[in-house]
């Protein structure tokens, strides 16, 4: 959940941020009394009590410098003096302009608690990320934070590219091996897993999250290949050398272990947005808590009675990047409704199969009723909150489906997948999944936080009208 350079791992870094200089504030105020005792120091009244806006104001005021000078983007920050460098500059301006803003607010704070505040505050951020820098190389987090890559190709460049990486272990990376089809490597060298065919199971073997191509350019046919079979799995893939006519959506040039390549699977959403996203998924869904909770116990005691257990349904389905998680819904079908799945299959005049009809005998009254509403939807709070899905995002398909799709399609999981989406609110069921793909590239492509507000509002009114629920 925390591995470095993720999104959650920028917020939790943000979160403890503003903790930590709350925590320096009052820790500032409890030693500043005793450094009355120091000749230097001008003697103060024992009760100190600050303006409560302060312990507000510099938390929020910091962490927001600390933002702009891009403290949390890990890929920029991802050697310790880089970060260091950039941490002293970032607290140097917010220390200028806390102290104008107390000079224009607040001057009776005591200068030299406030100089107190600030090497605590600067000692505080500093020291954590050295623990959590030190944490990654004694391997302190028993790999649960480790991302671990695979490298096509024993050669030269690959094995220079492993040594970079050996050499910044604190960096939270660790290569299981190499693939190459060179039969004498796969005999002399025990690192070289077996050949570039068996990339997808040595992928499912060691669960694989980055995977390098280090092929000479000599095997581009060869490179073409395995990146048609990297594109159905849950992986990064990154490129050594420039390789642009591979890429999935588009390429971006990033430093990978201290290395500049090519990221095949680039994000269409920037480091920026992707935060923005999370941080508005989290801040909403905790808004809505109080109004879901009570709802999803009602619901789960009236299908309880109801229809008896089970009461919830979880499915396999494909979320961002390739990534396979369950999807949480209120079981609205008969138990192993799946067995029936060839009574509801059609085609339509184009030869596309249909899996869905709103005439179909496997669902439930009260699931009728949930579909209609889409309440069976609800349970999908808690794969938002675990970040497996967002608020809205093109919705997660199955795989079965997935694996139909042209490469083109594949652009929708590039971007979190959503509760609701663009889809929705043009159609829903009334547009069969799979055939929808137009609608999810759109939102692709002029995503905003603006459109998943508009997005937001009018699924529910589209929910009220009930148009194409079944």
Known sequence: ???????????????????????????????????????????????????????????????????????????????????????????????????????????????????????????YLVSWRIVYRIGFRQNWFGGVAIRKVIILGAGTTGRSFFDQLFAQRDLGIRVVGYLDDDKLKQRDFPDVLGSLDEVQQMITMHHVDDVVLALPRSAHQRLSEIVNL?????????????????????????????????????????????????????????CIFPFVMPLLGLISLLLYFAEGKPVFYRQLRVGENGKLFRIIKFRTMIVDAERLQQVVESVNELGQKIY?????????????????????????????????MSFVGPRPEMP??????????????????????????????DKPMHLHTEDDLYYVQHYSIW????????????????????
């Open 1 to 123: 959940m925390f591995r470095r350079f993720s999104t959650n791992f920028a917020i939790f870094s943000m979160i403890l941020d503003m903790l930590l200089i709350e925590l320096a504030i009052h820790t500032a105020v409890f030693l500043r009394v005793p450094a009355n005792k120091l000749d230097f120091v001008q003697k103060i009244d024992v009760n100190i009590n600050l303006p409560i806006w302060i312990y507000i104001v510099f938390p929020l005021f910091w962490m927001g410098i600390l933002l702009s000078f891009s403290i949390y983007d890990g890929k920029k920050n991802f050697k310790f003096f880089d970060e260091a460098a950039s941490l002293f500059w970032a607290s140097t301006v917010a220390w200028i302009s806390l102290a104008g803003i107390l000079f224009f607010t607040y001057r009776d704070l005591s200068r030299f608690l406030f100089l107190i505040f600030v090497l605590l505050a600067f000692i």
């Open 230 to 286: 990297l594109h159905e799995m849950p992986v990064k893939v990154w490129v050594i050398p420039d390789y642009f006519s591979l890429t999935l959506h588009k390429a971006n040039v990033e430093e990978f272990g201290g290395i500049p390549m090519l990221d095949l699977r680039a994000p269409a959403l920037s480091d920026v947005q992707r935060m923005n996203k999370r941080i508005f998924d989290i801040v909403f869904g905790i």
């Open 356 to 388: 869905k009809s709103p005439n179909d005998p496997r669902i439930t009254k009260l699931g009728r009723i949930l579909r209609q509403t889409s309440l069976d939807e609800l349970p999908q709070y808690f794969n938002i909150m675990k970040g497996e």
């Open 400 to 429: 079965n489906l997935v694996k139909n799709y042209a490469t083109w399609q594949r652009i929708r999981f590039t971007v979190p997948q959503g509760l609701t989406g663009w889809w929705q609110i043009n159609g829903r069921s």
């Open 451 to 470: 459109l998943d507000l508009q997005i937001l509002v009018k699924t529910l009114f589209v929910v009220l009208k009930r148009k194409g629920a079944y």
